[in-house]
């Protein structure tokens, strides 16, 4: 259930990039990016993410969340009067940093292009507004309908922010993310990206015109104000994207065991929330449930897959959600269902307990 998706945490050559530079720089930044924390490594690994992007220029930030909530409501500083148009099931840090910007907002429901398209037409055309969307969802695994979101945003004038964190690493002709494998990035105004999760390692960004780059870098107090990552940290995962983009047999092997799990999960009859991504959530609907089959996993089959309760999803939708990565064998995925199976007949979880879209 974690997100590593790729296992590069554990690859030999981002582990060994690690140490070295780790002896040769130390452990810390030594400050802010403004003051002594900018380095040759994390220079160089905006140049990698600008690059894998095909932007102008990347900014990283100390994670993902600060990415968004810095970026999101710095932009209120940066363009005046700016109208923010949210997909209702987007991310707790673009929530806040929406919130944070004190503008005015829009929310449309999820994944739905025509409450998209309904809402743009009550907003006055000539005012400034950016949308703001994920490309896929982590606790649905549903994906935006990025060409037409697009399209929409050309027709009245509207600026585009996607956060690609589940998706950067695994989808793309170099593991970009979705807007890259839809033809479209260059499209999206700004594109924010982590580096927690299939980079396997920590950090967040985002990658735009120099423009864009430029006024959030001397605007966003989330940049400013905290310390840069560690040289180790840039170089392990600068190192990290560049054997992502040149090993696409891995994000083979991904989908190939994300195929099985569904595959199996079929035939065992087990419902899944049916996506065409690499997240394979199970709907239980109860958190006691949801907890007791978690801790069953783990105490009696050493299967560990954390349950997701409310906050994270709305009450009433609890779920497992299941991320198979390369790492995970035929044998691992067979084990899984049979024990999900057994769990399911031990307490009594009917068929109808679960919720499929």
Known sequence: CINDYLGMAQNPAVVSKAVDVLKEMGTGAGGTRNIGGKNSRIVSLEETLAKFHKK?????????????????????RIIPDLIYISDEDNHASIIHGIRNSRCEKHIYKHVDIESLHNV?????????????????????GLESPVEKICDLAEEFGAMTYIDEVHTVGLYGNNGSGI????????????????????????????????????????????FIF?????????????????????????????????????????????????????????????????????????????????HINYPTVAKGTE???????????????????????????????????????
Do not use: W
């Not at 000539?126 to 606790?139: A, D, L, R």
């Not at 990552?229 to 994000?251: F, G, N, V, W």
């Open 179 to 222: 807007a890259n494998l839809r033809g479209c990035a260059h499209r999206i105004d700004i594109i924010q990206g982590t580096l927690g999760k299939a980079v396997g390692v920590i950090g967040g960004y985002i990658a735009a015109s120099n423009e864009i780059i430029e006024a959030v870098r001397l605007a966003a107090p989330g």
């Open 56 to 76: 102008d220029r990347a900014l990283v930030f100390t994670s993902g969340y600060v990415s968004n909530d810095t970026t999101l409501s710095t932009l209120s």
């Open 226 to 306: 905290t310390t840069a990552l560690t040289p180790s940290t840039a170089a392990a995962a600068e190192e990290s994207i560049k054997y992502i983009s040149t090993h696409p047999e891995d994000r083979e092997k991904l989908f190939d065991r994300v195929q099985r799990l569904k595959s199996n999960f079929d035939k065992a009859g087990i419902s899944y929330i049916e996506n065409n991504s690499h997240i394979v959530p199970v709907v239980i609907g109860d958190p006691v449930l949801t907890k007791q089959i978690s801790q069953t996993l783990l105490n009696e089959y050493s299967i560990f897959v954390q």
């Open 120 to 140: 743009l037409k009550s907003i006055d055309k000539n005012k400034p507004k950016i949308i703001v969307f994920e490309s896929i969802y982590s606790m649905d």
């Open 319 to 357: 779920r497992l959600r299941f991320t198979p990565t390369p790492c995970h064998t035929y044998e691992m995925i067979d084990e899984l269902t049979e024990a999900l199976v057994e769990v399911f007949a031990k307490l009594e979880i009917k068929q109808e307990a679960f919720v499929a879209a």
